[in-house]
């Protein structure tokens, strides 16, 4: 069963920052673009950035500007660097990896969360 290895959540208080880690099999890792989401109490899973195989970066338009997502292929790991962090940024975090099948069809993977808490 494929793991996907979250790491990095946390308290921090608002202006702060923090850095998320989510290490994969090199067999997934390889292969398939990663990135994380995030999911606000009663709110809706909402894409935070996702880094391609190819290293082409995409972020929501909430953060941008203030997170970076990078991969490294030593360590077969993508990691969120968050700064300038807001109190609604407080979320559970989740880490993804994706790869497309054909056009209509996906195969994914999902680790199990990081609770990230922004204070005011």
């Known amino acids: 069963q494929v793991q996907l290895v979250e790491s990095g959540g946390g308290l921090v208080q608002a202006g702060g920052s923090l850095r998320l880690a989510c290490a994969a099999p090199?067999?997934?890792?390889?292969?398939?673009?990663m990135g994380w989401y995030y999911q606000a109490p009663g709110k809706q899973r909402e894409l935070v950035a996702e880094?391609?195989?190819?290293?082409?970066?995409y972020y929501g338009d909430s953060v941008k500007g203030r997170f970076t997502i990078s991969r490294d292929k030593v360590k077969n790991t993508i990691y969120l660097q968050m700064n300038s962090l807001k109190p609604e940024d407080t979320a559970v975090y989740y880490c993804?990896?994706?790869?497309?099948?054909?056009?209509?069809?996906?195969?994914?993977?999902w680790g199990k969360g990081t609770l990230v808490t922004v204070s005011s």
């Open positions: 993804y990896a994706e790869r497309r099948l054909s056009p209509d069809t996906y195969d994914d993977y």
């Open positions: 090199k067999s997934i890792f390889s292969i398939y673009n």
């Open positions: 880094v391609t195989v190819g290293g082409s970066t």
